[in-house]
């Protein structure tokens, strides 16, 4: 129980720090080291503007979905992961009608931009989802599968 409050409070984050590292790796690419002075400012921007969003979506949509998922019967990582591309690609398709800043709306539709706007949000619904089903899903005690230790007498010589 408590790995699975503790997964609903650090998934959502997971996007918004995927976000931030891949406008970080933009922004030197198009701008050089200079660009690295902003950012600080653009993580706590990231973080204040898309954690509400964040969290309103795990609220409404993600411990629902995780409800009936545990009702129906036992979820693992890879179906969670899988519930986050879903998730992320609905939000994000949501979101694309009616924001002014971005400039959503049937005018993307026309210049091919929804499915680029559909796309981040299952590459950021997949980092929630998969966050979220490391943390609570993973049987106690398992180390990441990089850490564990090889077993010397199964390998093939």
Avoid: C, D
Wanted: charged share 5%; glycine share 10%.
């Amino acid at each position: 129980m408590k790995r699975t409050i503790l997964g609903f409070i650090v998934a959502p984050v997971a996007p918004l720090l995927l976000f931030w590292a891949g406008f970080t790796v933009h922004e030197f690419v198009l701008a050089g080291p200079k660009s690295l002075t902003w950012t600080p400012l653009t993580l706590v921007f990231t973080i204040a503007l898309g954690a509400p969003v964040a969290y309103a979506v795990t609220l409404v949509l993600g411990v629902p979905v995780y409800l009936l998922l545990r009702w129906l019967w036992n979820p693992t990582v890879g179906v969670m992961l899988s519930v986050g591309i879903v998730l992320g690609a609905l939000t994000m398709f949501a979101l694309s009608f009616g924001n002014p800043w971005a400039q959503f709306g049937p005018q993307m539709a026309v210049l091919g931009k929804i499915p680029v706007a559909v796309g981040a949000g299952a590459i950021m619904g997949a980092a929630a989802g998969f966050t979220f089903g490391w943390i609570a899903l993973r049987p106690r005690g398992s180390p990441a599968p990089a850490l564990q230790p090889a077993n010397r007498s199964e390998m093939p010589e």
